[in-house]
């Protein structure tokens, strides 16, 4: 089946360490996101990626490193610059049209990541 | 530059009861508009969208949503609610040719039996 798989799907981390989670994508979409969702804040873009080896940041990139080695994978690293990575982080792709507005996102299941 | 809101951060109904969750845009150019739904510690998932075309959309789960350009607005419809239709709603648009979308804050809905 087709889809986006986050792992893992809880993770802790203690203070001062970086941590990385995977998103792995099996769509063939060339345009990857991560997002941030706090309770009564929505969905915070974090970064997102059009094309392998290049990404932008979005509204809310500090503290946060991503790469686009694959089209299939989108890993984010959450340093131990970000002051309050405790979170739910979710991963999304869509295919890529520049013609048009653009189009669907399809997520993963999601990380909550807490720090103790 | 776009940006969504969704009035009404929470919205309670009774089961059997009409759904209406509001969502006013702003963009510069013609956009797409989305609806998801999420459910407790899981990711999104598409309830409905509107790209051009017809204004009145149909999506899963018996929901549509009107697209009206003049009020800037695409609110989403349930005429009958169901328990299982709690859950957090996201309005989200795309108008431009990057392609990411923008996502309201959410609407947490809450249906009495």
């Known amino acids: 089946d087709g889809g986006i798989t986050q792992s893992p799907k809880y993770l802790f981390r203690k203070e001062g360490q970086n941590v990385t989670l995977s998103c792995e994508q099996n769509?063939?979409?060339?345009?990857m996101y991560w997002y941030r969702q706090d309770p009564g804040q929505g969905l915070r873009l974090i970064y997102y990626?059009?094309?392998?080896?290049?990404?932008q940041k979005g509204d809310i990139a500090e503290g946060y490193s991503v790469s686009r080695e694959k089209k299939e994978s989108f890993p984010l690293t959450v340093t131990s610059a970000q002051k309050n990575p405790t979170a739910f982080y979710l991963c999304?792709?869509?295919?890529?049209?520049?013609?048009?507005?653009?189009?669907?996102?399809?997520f993963g299941q999601g990380t909550r990541l807490t720090v103790v | 530059a776009q940006s969504v809101t969704q009035l009404g951060s929470h919205v309670s109904v009774s089961e059997g009861a009409l759904v209406l969750l509001r969502c006013n845009y702003s963009s510069s150019v013609p956009p797409y508009l989305f609806w998801y739904v999420q459910y407790p510690n899981q990711g999104l998932q598409l309830l409905l969208k509107?790209?051009?075309?017809?204004?009145l959309v149909k999506g899963i789960n018996g929901f549509e949503a009107e697209f009206k350009k003049s009020e800037t607005s695409f609110h989403l419809t349930k005429p009958s609610a169901h328990m299982s239709d709690a859950a957090e709603y996201f309005c989200?648009?795309?108008?431009?040719?990057?392609?990411?979308?923008?996502f309201g804050d959410g609407t947490t809905l809450t249906v009495k039996p």
């Open positions: 509107y790209t051009t075309g017809a204004t």
């Open positions: 990626s059009q094309i392998v080896n290049d990404f």
């Open positions: 989200a648009v795309s108008a431009n040719n990057a392609g990411k979308s923008t």
């Open positions: 999304a792709s869509s295919m890529w049209d520049h013609h048009a507005g653009g189009s669907e996102a399809f």
């Open positions: 769509l063939n979409h060339d345009a």
